[in-house]
């Protein structure tokens, strides 16, 4: 299990940190998760990778945190994160492409967020990322394609051109 939680954690970590925008309660959940592994560590089936199980449990975890009453940010409180990036000075002002992308993250959807972050920052296989959602593959498939199509659109706002796109 240590070695599951030196090799995993981080990723994990920044997985629940994308979408709870709260460092202390990704931390709590993290520390769920990893709970939860240790207590189901029988019911993995190797039917996939053991941080796509993890992550999984992880997704779990973060949508009963979005519903639970305790000051968990939801997507329409870092309005004043987006607020920001609609001034036309922006791009000028952030010279680090990385902050102009994440900028740019955080004004996709929820679920388009999520799959930029499964298949680029925690590196996950589309087909991969359906089975930590729980959603047919070709679903992903087009929910992935959405998502770099609207991160393309606003990284091209923000005065950045995308090449992947």
């Not at 460092?23 to 941080?51: Q, Y």
Request: with cysteine; net charge positive; glycine share 4%.
């Amino acid at each position: 299990m240590q070695t599951l939680f030196s090799r995993r954690q981080v990723a994990v970590y920044r997985f629940v940190l994308q979408q709870l925008r709260d460092k202390a309660r990704a931390e709590d959940v993290t520390s769920e998760v990893f709970l939860e592994v240790w207590r189901h560590a029988s019911e993995f089936e190797g039917r996939s990778t053991a941080l796509t199980w993890m992550l999984a449990i992880a997704r779990r975890k973060i949508l009963a945190a979005r519903i639970n009453p305790h000051g968990v940010q939801s997507d329409g409180d870092i309005a004043s994160d987006q607020d920001s990036a609609d001034d036309p000075d922006a791009p000028l002002q952030a010279r680090d492409r990385g902050t102009v992308l994440r900028r740019c993250i955080r004004r996709l959807s929820a679920k388009h967020r999520e799959m930029i972050d499964l298949v680029y920052y925690q590196a996950q296989s589309v087909d991969e990322v359906a089975t930590i959602l729980g959603i047919p593959q070709d679903t992903a498939k087009t929910r992935m394609l959405c998502a770099r199509r609207r991160l393309a659109d606003e990284l091209k706002k923000s005065g950045v051109e995308w090449v992947g796109a």
